[in-house]
């Protein structure tokens, strides 16, 4: 693409808090560049942003949003679709607008549909960016799953404590299965899209559990600084990053400054530095990326 002609285009979520926010100043400070993000309410964005309401709990919303980018895009195609929004509760116990669990709904089954919606419109040669965590991976994060149990992930019977960040663990790992998914598909690599999952590994200074109490954020952080502190001196995992460094990343990857070695998607952040490990045997395996691709696809009514 030639930007002394023309605009390269970015569409965005996640682009108005956290390590996002900090993306889009960079993102969109790059010349000949126009962005479209999705947000809820009153954003707050840089001059030049466009924003186009979008609500990830509504499939409704999502499809949308999708209709009016578009129809912005006239001619125009998306250079860089960034799916970056992403959201953590206390429990698992609130729902979407189509009753699915809340988490898994707008983490997982929005980002699916957006993407599935928008790759039409996306350009040769474009990037697609799904963030995801390295909590997905058993390997890393004890919480993690071991098996995809889709029902109970939409639909979930389990209540009580800690429902909330194991929701949260699953949902990115259904974004990296989905990353993956995409990654297969013939229309993206005879089209020669990049795919590409990014984690930005454990980073202060997030929107997410803002539902949580006062005290139980406060608890979040204690351990934060304590525990995980000591933790990463034998795990770089566990070293906390920022949301500005966190931020930078994104914005390299999205612009395609820093990319994955042949035949892998996945960066991961530790200790503020892009690597490139294996995703967890979960999310490598075939099987169940079909099985998610093909029931989310049922789930929010798309062939």
Not at 16 to 34: E, F, K
Not at 145 to 168: C, H, M, N, V
Not at 216 to 225: G, P, Q
């Amino acid at each position: 693409m030639d930007h002394t002609t023309s605009k390269r285009l970015v569409v965005m979520t996640g682009g108005t808090a956290g390590l996002g926010a900090h993306a889009l100043q960079r993102i969109a400070a790059q010349p000949h560049t126009r962005v479209i993000v999705g947000a809820r309410g009153t954003a707050t964005v840089p001059p030049g942003v466009e924003v186009i309401p979008l609500d990830l709990a509504s499939l409704d919303s999502v499809r949308a949003f999708a209709d009016t980018v578009t129809f912005q895009l006239g001619e125009d195609r998306i250079d860089v679709l960034v799916l970056n929004a992403g959201m953590q509760t206390s429990t698992n116990e609130a729902r979407s607008a189509e009753g699915y669990e809340l988490t898994f709904a707008v983490n997982h089954l929005a980002h699916y549909l957006l993407a599935r919606l928008l790759m039409p419109y996306m350009a040769d040669h474009g990037r697609l960016v799904i963030t995801t965590s390295e909590t997905h991976d058993p390997d890393v994060t004890p919480i993690a799953p071991k098996a995809l149990d889709l029902q109970e992930l939409s639909l979930p019977a389990k209540k009580g404590f800690g429902t909330g960040i194991r929701a949260y663990s699953a949902s990115k790992l259904c974004n990296l299965l989905t990353a993956q998914s995409f990654a297969t598909l013939d229309e993206v690599f005879v089209r020669r899209i990049s795919v590409i999952a990014f984690s930005p590994g454990l980073t202060g200074g997030t929107s997410l559990g803002r539902d949580s109490s006062r005290a139980r954020r406060a608890f979040v952080t204690l351990l934060m600084r304590t525990v995980f502190r000591l933790v990463g001196l034998f795990r770089p995992e566990y070293v906390m990053g920022t949301a500005e460094r966190s931020g930078e990343v994104l914005a390299q990857v999205a612009l395609g400054d820093v990319t994955p070695p042949p035949g892998r998607i996945y960066i991961s952040l530790v200790k503020g530095q892009p690597t490139f490990p294996d995703p967890s045997k979960l999310a490598q395996s075939r099987d169940a990326q079909d099985r998610l691709w093909r029931e989310s696809a049922a789930m929010v009514d798309i062939d």
